[in-house]
């Protein structure tokens, strides 16, 4: 049965109904429920769209919408997309059964597109069948510690952990972009014989899809239908300073006086964790910090801005504990076990998803840090990152169960930042995130590999992530520099990587030197991680790279204002030459921004690489003015001391 209501296209067999509508320009939102029931949901990572009139008709075995660039037909139950041109883009994957003629055709081997398997105590488990195409590619889906780029032949956990951000947003080299619009656990896989989208615990089937000419085409409709990314600021363009804990104010001011003295322009460092009285009190703890303001005054003198660690954890000897538990701020638990955080098992976490939490701690925030004289905040624990994982039925949100909608958190946990800076009169937020669900981006989310290893396996891996998350709409991306774990400054080995690392780094939409470094606590202090404690050698390599990473600020702004209208900053080969049939194969290099095409040395001794060159253009290596004609591959030098970066031209 199908009906046209308020714009919309209605199916409807037996309770099951679906709603398909117009959803910006070239685009349809589809939803679905088992029960009947339209649900706005609310926690959804779309915008409000802007009014659309579709072509919407019923025929004799099915119906048709048309919205500019993309077309849906129904036949029977069963739905497809098409663009503009009657080219089929993807559909539903229906076996056995099909109620595409007047009488049903049936198979021994029975299995329809929507499968709802009704949950004890109410809900529902979705799985949601889609067709497979030969040499598809698939492009997106957030950062999993894989180091694949495209998504074909993956499955993938729609679930928020440390160095997995679930960002459930996929680009198809068939021309069309898809985010599953569910915020539940689940699983995306996309097989060879089809794909499936599932979600543990859900009420609604809901799904944004848009139709594209180019990947830009698309991801800028996405852009419009999520959120655009803000303006990054301009400290948050240059070199960061980190390393697993700077203990004290003195020790800080140290290390950026020391950074000033020698000319390096340093922009922004960064205190990390246990800086506080407690977990949950939200401000420094003055036996080590002081005086905060008469630091970040200094600090601001030498032109650096200083960045903290906030974490979503709060423990029982917290002076916010007890009114935060009665009025119901926290993480809760639904099966009569505690809330517990795995780096302590004695925490548990707020609630980010409530209003009033988000109220109640960014009037803590405010009062103890940005009126001090803090701008910059480093979200750590974004998941949270909980000790019994696989366990999600234990625990509950304001906006509801784990299950149905915890991967909301990290997006809710940067909005709580975003929100309350801009209610201040904070230009331009950047809050650094360890994850991010669809639609963090429009929260000033610069989101982190997480507690990356320092090996080449673990640096590799970036290279593709770095452009995963591009593709899946998250423009502002960064990893710690070396990796997190591990790194022994008087190896050799460690050193090379991280100057490959640092190297490529230069060329990140933001760059950051983090780790926590082997090596005994001297004078109470972590093994230093600033970049005079490598050597001579490592260090002039690393000072140079970081005035050029400040001499290109010019190109570096006017590639963030790309990137709030949609383009991001690193992009793959074929959303910049998507006509070249190579740029979707060549997973480990990047443009960054529109002119500069960026080739890793990802190997340990290698001093020379090989490297594709996107045709259409040509290009001139920037370091000795050579020229290349595009569409050729080429062996390019590269010594200890530089990557190869080519310029469009």
Same mark, same amino acid.
């Given at each position: 049965?199908?009906?046209?209501?308020?714009?919309?296209l209605?199916?409807?067999?037996?309770?099951?109904?679906?709603?398909?509508?117009p959803?910006?320009?070239?685009?349809?939102?589809?939803?679905?429920?088992?029960?009947?029931?339209?649900?706005?949901n609310?926690?959804?990572?779309?915008?409000?769209?802007?009014?659309?009139?579709?072509?919407?008709?019923?025929?004799?075995?099915?119906?048709?919408?048309?919205?500019?660039?993309?077309e849906?037909?129904?036949?029977?139950?069963?739905?497809?997309?098409?663009?503009?041109?009657?080219?089929?883009?993807?559909?539903? %994957?229906?076996?056995?059964?099909?109620?595409?003629?007047?009488?049903?055709i049936?198979? +021994?081997?029975?299995?329809?597109?929507?499968?709802?398997?009704?949950?004890?105590?109410?809900?529902? !488990?979705?799985?949601? !069948?889609?067709?497979?195409?030969?040499?598809?590619?698939?492009?997106?889906?957030?950062?999993?510690?894989?180091?694949?780029?495209?998504?074909?032949?993956?499955?993938?956990?729609?679930?928020?952990?440390?160095?997995?951000?679930?960002?459930?947003?996929?680009?198809? #080299?068939?021309?069309?972009?898809?985010?599953?619009?569910?915020?539940?656990?689940?699983?995306?896989?996309?097989?060879?014989?089809?794909?499936?989208?599932?979600?543990?615990?859900?009420?609604?089937?809901?799904?944004?899809?848009?139709?594209?000419?180019?990947?830009?085409?698309?991801?800028?409709?996405?852009?419009?239908a999520?959120?655009?990314?803000?303006?990054?600021?301009?400290?948050?363009?240059?070199?960061?300073?980190?390393?697993?804990?700077?203990?004290?104010?003195?020790?800080?001011?140290?290390?950026?006086?020391?950074? %000033?003295?020698?000319?390096?322009?340093?922009?922004?460092?960064?205190?990390?964790?246990? %800086?506080?009285?407690?977990?949950?009190?939200?401000?420094?703890?003055?036996?080590?910090?002081?005086?905060?303001?008469?630091?970040?005054?200094?600090?601001?003198? $030498?032109?650096?801005?200083?960045?903290?660690?906030?974490?979503?954890?709060v423990?029982?000897?917290?002076?916010?504990?007890?009114?935060?538990?009665?009025?119901?701020?926290?993480?809760? #638990?639904?099966?009569?076990?505690?809330?517990?955080?795995?780096?302590?098992?004695?925490?548990?976490?707020?609630?980010?998803?409530?209003?009033?939490?988000?109220?109640?701690?960014?009037?803590?925030?405010?009062?103890?840090?940005?009126?001090?004289?803090?701008?910059?905040?480093?979200?750590?624990?974004?998941?949270?990152?909980?000790?019994?994982?696989?366990?999600?039925?234990?625990?509950?949100?304001?906006?509801?169960?784990?299950?149905?909608?915890?991967?909301i958190?990290?997006?809710?946990?940067?909005?709580?930042?975003?929100?309350?800076?801009?209610?201040?009169?904070?230009?331009?937020? /950047?809050?650094? /995130?360890?994850?991010?669900?669809?639609?963090?981006?429009?929260?000033?989310?610069?989101?982190?590999?997480?507690d990356?290893?320092?090996?080449?396996?673990?640096?590799?891996?970036?290279?593709?992530?770095?452009?995963? $998350?591009?593709?899946?709409?998250?423009?502002?991306?960064?990893?710690?520099?070396?990796?997190?774990?591990?790194?022994?400054?008087?190896d050799?080995?460690?050193?090379?990587?991280?100057?490959?690392?640092?190297?490529?780094?230069?060329?990140?939409?933001? $760059?950051? $030197? %983090?780790?926590?470094?082997?090596?005994?606590?001297?004078?109470?202090?972590?093994?230093?991680?600033?970049?005079?404690?490598?050597?001579?050698?490592?260090?002039?390599?690393?000072?140079?790279?970081?005035?050029?990473?400040?001499?290109?600020?010019?190109?570096?702004?006017?590639?963030?204002?790309?990137?709030?209208?949609?383009?991001?900053?690193?992009?793959?080969?074929?959303?910049?030459?998507?006509?070249?049939?190579?740029?979707?194969?060549?997973?480990?290099?990047?443009m960054?921004? #529109?002119?500069?095409?960026?080739?890793?040395?990802?190997? +340990?001794?290698?001093?020379? /690489?090989?490297?594709?060159?996107?045709?259409?253009?040509?290009w001139?290596?920037?370091?000795?003015?050579?020229?290349?004609?595009?569409?050729?591959?080429?062996?390019?030098?590269?010594?200890?001391?530089?990557i190869?970066?080519?310029?469009?031209?």
């Amino acid at each position: 049965m199908f009906e046209i209501q308020d714009g919309r296209l209605v199916y409807g067999f037996e309770r099951e109904r679906l709603w398909v509508e117009p959803w910006g320009e070239n685009s349809v939102r589809v939803r679905g429920a088992k029960d009947g029931v339209l649900r706005e949901n609310e926690v959804g990572a779309l915008d409000k769209a802007k009014p659309v009139t579709a072509e919407i008709r019923i025929t004799e075995d099915g119906a048709v919408l048309k919205n500019g660039r993309i077309e849906v037909r129904f036949r029977g139950p069963e739905m497809t997309f098409y663009n503009d041109r009657g080219e089929e883009l993807t559909g539903e %994957h229906w076996q056995g059964i099909s109620l595409q003629k007047p009488e049903p055709i049936h198979d +021994p081997l029975l299995y329809p597109a929507r499968v709802w398997r009704r949950l004890p105590g109410g809900g529902w !488990r979705l799985q949601y !069948r889609m067709k497979a195409y030969e040499g598809e590619k698939l492009f997106g889906m957030g950062q999993y510690d894989d180091g694949i780029l495209d998504r074909k032949g993956s499955s993938l956990e729609l679930r928020q952990r440390n160095k997995q951000a679930s960002v459930p947003f996929v680009i198809s #080299s068939r021309g069309y972009g898809m985010l599953w619009n569910n915020p539940a656990v689940g699983r995306a896989t996309f097989a060879e014989n089809g794909t499936i989208w599932e979600a543990d615990s859900t009420d609604t089937l809901d799904y944004w899809i848009t139709a594209g000419d180019a990947p830009s085409d698309i991801l800028h409709a996405y852009f419009d239908a999520a959120g655009h990314a803000p303006m990054m600021s301009e400290a948050a363009m240059g070199f960061w300073q980190c390393k697993l804990r700077y203990a004290t104010q003195d020790e800080l001011m140290e290390v950026a006086r020391e950074y %000033h003295a020698r000319g390096i322009p340093l922009k922004v460092i960064v205190i990390d964790f246990y %800086h506080w009285t407690a977990h949950g009190d939200w401000k420094f703890d003055p036996a080590c910090w002081p005086d905060p303001e008469g630091m970040c005054r200094e600090l601001r003198e $030498m032109g650096i801005e200083l960045a903290v660690s906030i974490w979503p954890t709060v423990e029982r000897k917290s002076e916010n504990y007890k009114e935060m538990r009665e009025k119901g701020l926290l993480m809760e #638990s639904d099966a009569g076990v505690p809330c517990c955080i795995l780096f302590d098992e004695s925490l548990t976490a707020i609630d980010v998803t409530n209003p009033e939490t988000r109220i109640f701690v960014w009037d803590r925030v405010k009062k103890n840090y940005l009126d001090k004289g803090v701008k910059l905040f480093w979200l750590d624990c974004a998941e949270p990152e909980v000790s019994i994982p696989e366990d999600m039925f234990l625990y509950s949100y304001a906006a509801g169960p784990v299950e149905k909608i915890g991967n909301i958190y990290p997006r809710d946990y940067a909005k709580l930042f975003y929100e309350g800076q801009k209610a201040c009169g904070v230009e331009n937020p /950047v809050s650094l /995130v360890r994850c991010a669900w669809a639609g963090s981006q429009k929260y000033g989310a610069l989101v982190w590999s997480g507690d990356i290893f320092t090996t080449w396996k673990a640096f590799r891996e970036q290279i593709a992530t770095s452009q995963s $998350m591009a593709m899946a709409g998250i423009p502002w991306w960064t990893s710690d520099i070396g990796g997190f774990i591990d790194g022994d400054r008087d190896d050799e080995g460690f050193r090379e990587l991280l100057l490959r690392w640092f190297e490529w780094a230069t060329y990140c939409p933001v $760059m950051r $030197m %983090h780790g926590a470094r082997a090596g005994k606590r001297e004078e109470g202090k972590d093994p230093p991680n600033e970049i005079w404690s490598y050597g001579e050698e490592a260090y002039g390599i690393m000072k140079a790279h970081i005035e050029k990473r400040e001499a290109m600020r010019p190109y570096i702004r006017k590639t963030m204002r790309e990137a709030e209208a949609g383009d991001p900053p690193v992009r793959p080969l074929f959303y910049s030459f998507p006509d070249d049939p190579k740029a979707w194969e060549t997973p480990f290099e990047h443009m960054f921004g #529109s002119d500069l095409l960026i080739v890793p040395v990802l190997e +340990p001794g290698a001093r020379s /690489v090989t490297a594709y060159l996107p045709a259409g253009c040509r290009w001139e290596d920037t370091r000795d003015g050579a020229v290349y004609k595009g569409g050729s591959t080429v062996e390019l030098a590269a010594p200890l001391e530089s990557i190869p970066v080519l310029k469009k031209i």
